[in-house]
C-alpha cells in the first residue's frame, strides 16, 4: 500500500527504512507544511519495501513516500 501526504509541504523526518515492520497507524514519518509539524502514519501493518523521500524533500499532495506490504 502507498504511503501518501495529504497536502504540500516539506518531509523533516523518515522514522523507518526499507525492512522495517510497522503496525497500522505507527508513525513513519514528519511532514512540515504551514510552520505545523504533522505525522504521517501507516496505513496497514506491513513491511517497509520501499522509500521514495528523505528529510528536506518538498512534496505535493498524494506524493508517495513509501509502500508497505
Avoid: R
Avoid at 514528519?30 to 528529510?55: C, D, F, Q, R, Y
Amino acid at each position: 500500500m502507498e504511503v501518501t501526504v495529504p497536502m504540500v509541504g516539506k518531509i523533516t523526518k523518515v522514522l523507518v527504512k526499507v525492512g522495517d515492520k510497522v503496525n497500522e497507524n505507527d508513525q513513519v514519518a514528519t511532514l512540515e507544511a504551514m510552520k505545523m509539524e504533522m505525522p504521517i502514519v501507516a496505513p496497514i501493518s506491513g513491511t517497509v519495501k520501499e522509500i521514495n523521500v528523505k528529510p528536506g524533500d518538498e512534496v505535493t499532495s498524494d506524493t508517495v513516500l513509501m509502500i508497505i506490504e
